[in-house]
T-cell receptor
Framework: NAGVTQTPKFQVLKTGQSMTLQCAQD?????MYWYRQDPGMGLRLIYY???????DKGEVPNGYNVSRLNKREFSLRLESAAPSQTSVYFC???????????FGPGTRLTVL | DAKTTQPPSMDCAEGRAANLPCNHS???????VYWYRQIHSQGPQYIIH???NNETNEMASLIITEDRKSSTLILPHATLRDTAVYYC????????????FGKGTLLTVNP
């Protein structure tokens, strides 16, 4: 039981490049989330998926797109990376109807 | 969701109890108090939550005042591995599962 896994762990991009952050969970959770955390700050919600087939914007969705590929996987795409998107990205999941979220180890992204 | 107020940092001696306060004076009746922590460079970890009764689990105890305007997370015997940022979060559950993280309290456990 790996919990929530994220790939890659580290990534460096140049401005304008695109990439997809992958997240998978093996806990059969309904809901999945993408957060970003800037230095010295708390986490901010980018997008979430309350259940398979649905996605909704969070607090800071601009510049990002998401895909809930199936119940296990929820990906985050940066179409044209900007230096302001340099951050640590965390994926999380939980059972629908509960508030206890389980987090992945994070992806550290630097945009030059 | 209502906001919470936490001190930015606290120190605690190893082996002693760590008491982390949280003010949430505008909490509404259906909001739970959640505590998460984030050890350096790792993803946040759930600790405990409660509505109005005190709660205890293998990690910590949560004391909520009778008026629910404040709460205290207690780590009974802090260890060096408990050094982390601790977040107090309010959430009403239901269809809104989104957690709003503030800056939290950096707890440093000293040997």
């Amino acid at each position: 039981n790996a919990g929530v896994t994220q790939t890659p762990k580290f990534q460096v991009l140049k401005t304008g490049q695109s990439m997809t952050l992958q997240c998978a969970q093996d806990m059969n959770h309904n809901s999945m989330y993408w957060y970003r955390q800037d230095p010295g700050m708390g986490l901010r919600l980018i997008y979430y998926s309350a259940s398979e087939g649905t996605t909704d914007k969070g607090e800071v969705p601009n510049g990002y797109n998401v895909s809930r590929l199936n119940k296990r996987e929820f990906s985050l795409r940066l179409e044209s990376a900007a230096p302001s998107q340099t951050s640590v990205y965390f994926c999380a999941s939980n059972w629908q109807g509960t508030d206890t979220q389980y987090f992945g180890p994070g992806t550290r992204l630097t945009v030059l | 969701d209502a906001k919470t107020t936490q001190p930015p940092s606290m120190d605690c001696a190893e082996g002693r109890a760590a008491n982390l306060p949280c003010n949430h004076s505008t909490i509404s009746g259906n909001e739970y108090v959640y505590w998460y922590r984030q050890i350096h460079s790792q993803g946040p970890q759930y600790i405990i939550h409660g509505l109005k009764n005190n709660e205890t689990n293998e990690m910590a105890s949560l004391i909520i005042t009778e008026d629910r305007k404040s709460s205290t997370l207690i780590l009974p015997h802090a260890t060096l591995r408990d050094t982390a940022v601790y977040y107090c979060i309010l959430n009403s559950g239901g269809s809104n599962y989104k957690l709003t993280f503030g800056k939290g309290t950096l707890l440093t456990v000293n040997p």
